[in-house]
């Protein structure tokens, strides 16, 4: 495999890791993105009903952070839980957009349903000071961790005979 860019020559590949463009399975193909129907348009069944959500979870000195991609949802749709007392549950639902008679849809690539993710947390977690925050489609979640007990201060003491 050539290690040189297709911009200078080589052609791309799908399995190309070096690849600078995204590969499309489906291009050149025809796209007929609903079944014609007499009566009404239907959303294909290709539409997920279980929707991915990303979700990053770092841990700084003081708390586990997890932040969720939730673009075009409100507060409202989205749940953050504690599951068992130790489970972070993160959950929500994304709602199709309505269907006009008039429309065309030409491509379907937001997903719609459900999205749920779970989160199993460490002992040093303080369950109970989970606090939540939205901005920009971001979900913010920090849960605290319980401060590290320092070493006790160790003297030796001479035994005396």
Known sequence: ??????????????FDPFALEAWD??????????PSSSSSHHFPSETSSF??????WKETPAAHVFKADVPGLKKEE???EIEDGSVLRISGERNRESEE???????????????ERRFRLPENAKVDQVK?????GVLTVTVPKVEPHKKAHVRSIQISG
């Not at 399975?25 to 609903?34: A, D, Q, T, V």
């Not at 429309?103 to 459900?114: I, P, Q």
């Not at 939540?132 to 920009?136: G, I, L, R, S, V």
Request: proline share 9%; charged share 30%.
């Open 1 to 14: 495999m050539s290690l040189i860019p297709h911009f200078l020559g080589r052609r791309s590949s799908p």
């Open 25 to 34: 399975p489906f291009e050149g193909l025809p796209i007929r993105p609903f």
């Open 51 to 56: 929707v991915r959500t990303n979700i990053d």
């Open 78 to 80: 989205v749940k953050v």
């Open 101 to 115: 008679k008039t429309d065309t849809w030409h491509r379907v690539e937001r997903s719609s349903g459900r999205f």
């Open 132 to 136: 939540a925050a939205m901005e920009d």
